[in-house]
C-alpha cells in the first residue's frame, strides 16, 4: 500500500519536472511544476468526442489502457513493504499487464481507420517487442542472483556492497531508464512535441482521443514513469529503514526526472531507421547484468 501511495505522489510531479528541467536548459521559465497534471484535470472535466467510423474499441481502449497501468503499479513493492499484489513470478505479470494495456491502444489506433494512426501503432508494437527481452533478462539475473522470483524478495535480498553489485546496479538503472524512456515513447526514441506524422510514434496513436480518454492517456504515462522510477529506487532501498527509504524514494525519482529532462534537452532524436538497433542493444546490456550475476555466484568455475 505504501508503495502505491509512494508512486502516485509521484507522478504529480514527475513530468512537471521533466518540463521544467527542459525549459531551464534551453533558457526559458517555463510552466509551473503542476501545469501537467491541471491539464489532466481540465480534460477530464470534458467529455470525449467519438467518430463514427471507430467501434466500441476506441472507447474502452483508454478505460483498458489506465487500468493496466494501476494494476502494473500494485505490484510494485516498496522496501520491507510488498506491493498489495505479490507473488512468485510477479515481474512477469507486472510486463504482461502492461503489455495487455499496449495492445489495445494500439488496436484502437488501427480501429480509426487512419493510415497514419495505423503507422504509429506499427512502430509502437514494434518498439514494445524489442524492449521486451531487456526487461526479462533483467529480472531473470536478479531473479539468479537473489535466489527468488517476486519482486518484493529480489529487491530485499539485493545486496549493493562490492564494486561487481555497484556496476550491476548502475547498468540496471540505466536499462529501466530507457525502458521507461520507450514505454512513454520520449526521445530519443520519440519527441512527444513533434507535429510531423511521418515521424510520430506514440502522440499519432491518440490524436483521435479526446477530452476524458485523453486525460486517461496522459495520466497512464505520468505513472507509467514514476513506476519504472520506484524500480529504481528498490534497486538501492533493500531493507533500508522507512525513515531515510521514503526521502530516498522522492529523491531518486527527482534525479530520474531531471535526467529525463537533460536527455530530451541535449539529445537529438534518433533516426526512425537506428531506433530498433538502439533498442536491441538495450538486450545486449542486461546480458552484461547477466553474466556478472554469473560472476557474482561463481557460475564461470
Known amino acids: 500500500m505504501l508503495s502505491l501511495f509512494l508512486i ?3 507522478a504529480f510531479f514527475f513530468t512537471g519536472i521533466v518540463v521544467r528541467t527542459k525549459s531551464l536548459a534551453s533558457g526559458r521559465k517555463g510552466p ?35 487500468s493496466s497501468v494501476v494494476m502494473a503499479m500494485l505490484v510494485v513493492p516498496f522496501g520491507q513493504s510488498k506491493g498489495l499484489i505479490s507473488f512468485n513470478c510477479d515481474f512477469i505479470f507486472f510486463a504482461y499487464v502492461l503489455a495487455l494495456g499496449k495492445f489495445f491502444s494500439i488496436i484502437s489506433a488501427l480501429d480509426t481507420g487512419s493510415s497514419f494512426e495505423g503507422m504509429g501503432a506499427s512502430r509502437e508494437a514494434l518498439y514494445s517487442m524489442f524492449a521486451e527481452p531487456a526487461l526479462f533478462i533483467l529480472m531473470g539475473s536478479f531473479a539468479l542472483l537473489t535466489g527468488y522470483t517476486s ?47 511521418l515521424t510520430m510514434i506514440h502522440e499519432v496513436m491518440i490524436l483521435d482521443n479526446s477530452g476524458f480518454d485523453l486525460g486517461l492517456l496522459l495520466s497512464a504515462g505520468y505513472l507509467k514513469f514514476a513506476i519504472y522510477g520506484a524500480l529504481i529506487v528498490n534497486l538501492f532501498v533493500g531493507m533500508v529503514d522507512y525513515q531515510y527509504a521514503i526521502p530516498l524514494f522522492f529523491i531518486i525519482q527527482f534525479l530520474m526526472a531531471v535526467v529525463v529532462g537533460l536527455i530530451e534537452s541535449f539529445m537529438a532524436r534518433f533516426r526512425m531507421n537506428h531506433n530498433a538497433q538502439f533498442i536491441v542493444a538495450l538486450t545486449s546490456v542486461s546480458l552484461l547484468i547477466f553474466f556478472g550475476a554469473i560472476l557474482i555466484l561463481g557460475k564461470f568455475n
Request: charged residues 15%; without cysteine.
Open 32 to 66: 509551473g511544476i503542476m501545469q501537467p497534471i491541471k491539464d489532466v484535470i481540465r480534460l477530464f472535466k470534458k467529455g470525449a468526442v467519438y467518430s463514427k467510423t471507430s467501434s466500441i474499441i476506441f472507447q474502452i481502449a483508454p478505460t483498458i489502457y489506465f
Open 8 to 10: 502516485v505522489i509521484a
Open 151 to 197: 519482486f518484493q524478495e529480489i529487491f530485499a535480498a539485493l545486496h549493493i556492497g562490492s564494486y561487481l553489485s555497484y556496476a550491476l546496479a548502475t547498468l540496471a538503472t540505466f536499462v529501466l531508464v530507457m525502458i521507461a524512456m520507450i514505454e512513454n515513447s520520449r526521445m530519443p526514441i520519440d519527441d512527444p512535441k513533434t507535429h510531423l506524422e
